[in-house]
């Protein structure tokens, strides 16, 4: 029961974000031209750009994946696209003040830096560990839009989701168990082990933690006045807003294993080596350090955590249906096989979108869709004019 109550807790603090980071991903879609991503968010200032748009965006760790990812899907590059991912969720005009508010502003804006400078790293080595020029597979597939509007920011918000649906419901999970089992007062009594044990043990609880760049400023106020060194508070508040576990598998799942590795470099040798840095350079005492209560939630978190619960439910369900109806495909001897090539598909967003459509049609009895092919196979009897209608009815492109 404490789990439960703790996962939708978790859940009123990350669907708001959540829902603004698909929100922001829709209008960056629909209002930047993708000559205009591709022209200022690659070469050698693209990851710089990236950075500066980035760091003052109010996006926590969740609400980032679908605005970094689509600025990826519309031509970004890896470099950019990472040096987005990390320094946006450490920072925000409402986390700077926050952070002002309760540790000071010598905090505040060393954080600030910090989150800048994590990030040109970041997007720095990602470009030496896999460039571009030899990218392969379906985030390497750009595909230029006809038009815009409400709908296809909306189509582009849920496409990005989509994808990483599996992992938000883990990064969950694992956030309100890591809650449960490990209450922030037990790392107060690690000060006496010096500066580098707190911030390694800091690093360890905040990469899978969901961890609000606002929200968990009291946290570390607190830490910092029960003698936890300030430098570790700062791990805390660098390391567990950048990542959590859905964060960490939809990098993975979309950018690659190395990519994946630059990422956390970055994250894990920027926080430890700032957080020692600004243990000799400067001092905190904390300004507040009554404990924060979250109280009766807001109807907006409310209405926020139900519509992000659907969203889920949805996905998971459509996920089901196409693993059953794989299941099935083939099983009538008498059903026709068609085979047509399909350009266009960029993520398993895409897949579900030409599955749901092929399906739709009269006659056909299963539709598999292979995105690393690029191929549709129907069966069933429908002719295939009909199929590559239905594919470009969808938004792709029949080959």
């Known amino acids: 029961m404490i789990f439960l109550q703790t996962m939708w ?99 505040a804006i060393f954080k600030v830096l910090a989150a800048g400078v994590t990030g040109l790293f970041g997007g720095w080595l990602s470009g030496v560990l896999d460039d571009d020029a030899g990218a392969t597979g379906p985030e390497a597939t750009i595909v230029e839009r006809s038009g815009g509007g409400l709908r296809e920011m909306l189509d582009h918000a849920l496409e990005i989701v989509r994808t990483i649906w599996r992992w938000l419901v883990v990064g969950i999970a694992v956030s309100a168990l890591i809650t449960v089992w490990v209450p922030p007062g037990q790392f107060e009594s690690l000060a006496q082990h010096g500066r580098i044990v707190p911030m390694l043990l800091a690093l360890v609880v905040s990469l899978p933690l969901y961890v609000c760049a606002t929200a968990s400023v009291p946290i570390a106020a607190a ?96 996920d089901l249906r196409r693993w059953v109806g794989g299941r099935r495909l083939g099983a009538d001897p008498a059903d026709a096989v068609v085979e047509i090539g399909v350009s266009g598909m960029t993520c398993d967003g895409c897949v579900t979108k030409l599955e749901t459509a092929l399906r739709g049609e009269p006659g056909v009895t299963g539709v598999r869709v292979a995105l690393d092919q690029g191929k549709a196979t129907v069966y069933g009897n429908i002719e295939t004019e009909r199929l590559r209608l239905a594919i470009e009815s969808a938004g792709f492109t029949p080959l």
């Open 223 to 318: 830490l910092v006045a029960g003698g936890f060194p300030p430098g570790a508070a700062l791990v805390f508040l660098m390391a567990g807003p950048a990542t959590n576990l859905a964060t960490i598998g939809a990098i993975r799942r979309y950018l690659g294993g190395r990519t994946l590795a630059a990422y956390l470099v970055a994250i894990v040798g920027g926080s430890v080596g700032l957080g020692i840095a600004f243990d000799f350079l400067l001092d905190v005492t904390p300004a507040m350090t009554a404990p924060h209560v979250h109280g009766t939630p807001s109807w907006w978190k409310i209405a926020s955590a139900i519509v992000l619960v659907l969203l889920l439910t949805r996905f998971a369900w459509e």
């Open 9 to 107: 807790d978790v859940l009123l603090e990350l669907a708001p974000f959540l829902l603004l980071g698909m929100a922001v991903a829709g209008v960056l879609h629909v209002a930047l031209p993708q000559r205009f991503v591709r022209l200022q968010f690659n070469g050698r200032f693209g990851v710089l750009k990236a950075v500066l748009i980035g760091v003052p965006l109010p996006l926590c760790s969740c609400g980032v994946i679908p605005a970094g990812l689509g600025l990826r899907k519309d031509g970004a590059s890896r470099g950019a696209t990472v040096g987005f991912l990390i320094s946006t969720p450490q920072t925000g005009v409402d986390s700077v003040l926050v952070s002002a508010s309760f540790l000071g502003w010598p905090f």
